[in-house]
């Protein structure tokens, strides 16, 4: 099967009466990473990248070059690590004010225009990462406040103001058309990286299709790393949390590139690395949609013997994951208003790919 053919996520929502009975996911293709750059060299391969994965394309190239540097037993300066940090904030950011757009005001021109200015200085901030861009950096920077504003988002938790479009559609968010049945949750870290990556160069091909951590599926992305950033009590965690997670940390990061982006006061994790023998290295960083990660295996000359990946999207688009847990046995109110919550309920967790949604009852042939 091709990857134009299966460039997508299909969710199947099976109802039997008002109640979700069933939900399944069949997850889109994955790139033969390890097939088409088997023998090549390292540094030919970063170009090529940017091309597979159109999204979190400087994650993708900081955590593969994190991983090769890590097989080689390479250390690389302070200045570097702090300019790939600014790259990963700046398209985490970038992404997220995408996902806004995209999934929630792309029909409303009044936010729609002000989100596309905010996307504007974001983007003109990623490109100023590179090194002697500071006045650039700093003009951009300046101009994200005037857009978040225009926004009605002014506090620093990014809670927006009262009737304006953000607040409204939390608001809509947070009508009881879906009441989910009470769910464990638990988050992926860097406490779980060994374990992943343990796992990636294991002789365990599935693993990277359907990962799991002894039966743990954990959940990956911005309203996770809130819950445990915080350390917040677990309660609802529908659509609405998650949106209002996504404005707090767009709000939090533009603070610190703001602040002049310091990796003395980065997040924990956001980009680690791990050498694993001589030839072995991997690296994860902590892009929009959560975890992601690299592991590299490099013969004698240097060349790739492996690459294998692992996207947030295989956890949360997991068969026994975090999406199917929040949708398994809700109930959804009258159908109309309930079908629309569910695919807000599935839009929330953000796929790097385009998804589709079908719903048939249990009745159905």
Same mark, same amino acid.
Request: proline share 5%.
């Given at each position: ?20 009975a069933?939900?399944?996911? /069949?997850?889109?293709?994955?790139? &033969? ?9 390292? #540094?030919?391969?970063?170009?090529v990248l ?10 993708h $190239?900081? %955590?593969?070059?994190? =991983?090769?540097?890590a ?23 970038a992404e ?5 757009? @995209? ?14 200015? /905010? ?24 101009r994200? &406040?005037?857009?978040? =504003? ?20 939390? =608001? ?12 464990q949750?638990?988050?992926?870290? @860097? ?6 990556i ?38 609802? !965690? ?24 310091? @990796?003395?006061? %980065? ?13 072995r ?7 929009a949609?959560g975890?992601?990660?690299h ?7 240097? $060349? ?13 688009f ?14 959804? =109110? ?6 629309? #919550? ?5 839009? !929330? ?17």
């Amino acid at each position: 099967m091709s990857l134009a053919v299966r460039n997508q996520i299909d969710v199947t929502v099976s109802l039997a009466g008002d109640a979700i009975a069933a939900v399944e996911i /069949l997850p889109c293709a994955r790139p &033969p990473l390890a097939r088409l750059f088997a023998g090549k060299p390292a #540094a030919s391969l970063l170009n090529v990248l940017p091309r597979i994965f159109s999204l979190c394309a400087a994650a993708h $190239q900081v %955590a593969f070059l994190s =991983a090769i540097e890590a097989a080689r037993g390479e250390n690389i300066s302070l200045a570097t690590r702090q300019h790939r940090i600014a790259m990963v904030v700046a398209e985490r950011l970038a992404e997220l004010l995408r996902g806004l757009f @995209v999934g929630h005001f792309a029909l409303d021109t009044t936010s729609a225009a002000a989100i596309r200015a /905010l996307m504007e200085g974001v983007s003109a901030l990623l490109n100023s990462s590179e090194p002697g861009c500071g006045q650039v950096r700093r003009e951009a920077t300046a101009r994200v &406040p005037i857009a978040l =504003a225009a926004l009605g988002i002014t506090n620093e938790d990014g809670a927006p103001t009262l009737g304006n479009p953000l607040a409204l559609r939390i =608001a809509a968010l947070e009508e009881d058309a879906l009441n989910p049945m009470p769910t464990q949750h638990s988050f992926l870290s @860097v406490a779980d990286d060994r374990g992943v990556i343990e796992r990636l160069l294991a002789d365990d091909a599935g693993f990277c299709r359907c990962p799991d951590l002894e039966g743990r599926i954990p959940e990956t992305g911005a309203w996770a790393r809130q819950m445990m950033r915080d350390q917040l009590t677990l309660g609802r !965690s529908g659509p609405a949390e998650r949106l209002k997670a996504r404005i707090a940390e767009i709000v939090r990061l533009h603070a610190w590139l703001r602040s002049s982006a310091y @990796v003395e006061t %980065a997040e924990d994790g956001i980009v680690e690395s791990y050498r694993l023998g001589p030839g072995r290295g991997a690296a994860a960083v902590e892009c929009a949609r959560g975890r992601l990660y690299h592991a590299v295996e490099l013969d004698r000359q240097g $060349q790739m013997l492996r690459l294998e990946f692992l996207a947030p999207t295989e956890w949360n688009f997991h068969a026994r994951g975090p999406l199917v847990r929040s949708l398994q046995g809700a109930v959804l =109110a009258a159908k109309p208003r309930g079908l629309g #919550a569910v695919r807000s309920m599935v839009a !929330s967790f953000d796929p790097c790919v385009g998804f589709t949604l079908n719903f048939r009852e249990i009745g159905d042939a």
